[in-house]
């Protein structure tokens, strides 16, 4: 991975849980802006996609954005919202993190 392809999979990581985190907002105030501003980065969010699929490719941008949403909104979830995970639910984030590592590996052929 490049560090620009690095760059943008940070900025959108960003992105999408900021829109995460004001759906979640919204679920518990019903408040229509928290929903207009989730919908908003969630569009802008899918615009840095793209970017990061011409740099890096399709499979790698979208499993590396899916796993680390799925660490980082756990944090969120956890810190901010009070939620908390089940053993078999820690062990599938687990998986994820292994994922993750094996993703980052440097490989011979170029995509």
Same mark, same amino acid.
């Given at each position: 991975?490049?560090?620009? @392809? ?5 900025? !959108?990581?960003?992105? @999408?849980? !900021? ?48 796993? !680390? ?8 979830? @956890? !810190? ?24 980052? @590996? ?6």
């Amino acid at each position: 991975m490049t560090p620009t @392809f690095l760059l943008w999979l940070s900025g !959108a990581m960003a992105t @999408f849980l !900021a829109a995460a985190t004001a759906s979640r907002a919204y679920i518990t105030s019903s408040n229509m802006l928290l929903l207009l501003l989730s919908l908003s980065l969630y569009c802008v969010g899918n615009l840095m996609m793209v970017k990061l699929m011409r740099e890096g490719g399709l499979g790698l941008a979208i499993s590396a954005s899916a796993i !680390a949403q799925l660490l980082l909104i756990n944090v969120i979830a @956890f !810190a901010i919202f009070g939620e908390r995970l089940t053993a078999t639910q820690l062990a599938g984030v687990g998986l994820g993190v292994v994922a993750m590592v094996l993703m980052l @590996f440097p490989v011979g052929a170029k995509s």
